[in-house]
């Protein structure tokens, strides 16, 4: 089970920290990622981490804007999040997958298991 948290309502120019914890099976070789959903919208990557070696990967809007960290001895995975913009409104999920190649870490279907998912409202 993965259960998402820390979204809330934020100000532009704001900075929001998710959380996602691991429970319930061994996650522990399964990789992670966050991608967001607004209505009406497909599913989005945001950003994911490889847990074995902490290797990182961006969607371009999100490069220097967003890091995505572990923390393997809590089986948790962050995403902090600053320069908040409006656009940045949605309910971002977390998911765990073992991948394999290099193009699917931005892929939602290569990821197995998912979250609840939190909302993140950003107000201008």
């Known amino acids: 089970q993965l259960q998402a948290s820390g979204g809330g309502l934020m100000q532009a120019g704001g900075s929001l920290r998710l959380s996602c914890a691991a429970s319930g099976r061994s996650f522990s070789l399964h990789d992670r990622g966050w991608f967001r959903q607004t209505p009406g919208k497909e599913r989005e990557f945001v950003a994911a981490i490889n847990w074995s070696t902490g290797s990182t990967y961006y969607a371009d809007s999100m490069k220097g804007r967003f890091t995505i960290s572990r923390d393997n001895a809590r089986n948790m995975v962050y995403l902090q999040m600053s320069s908040l913009e409006p656009e940045d409104t949605a309910v971002y999920y977390c998911?765990?997958?073992?991948?394999?190649?290099?193009?699917?870490?931005?892929?939602?279907?290569?990821?197995?298991?998912w979250g609840q998912g939190t909302q993140v409202t950003v107000s201008s």
């Open positions: 998911a765990a997958g073992r991948i394999y190649y290099s193009s699917s870490w931005y892929v939602d279907s290569e990821y197995t298991y």
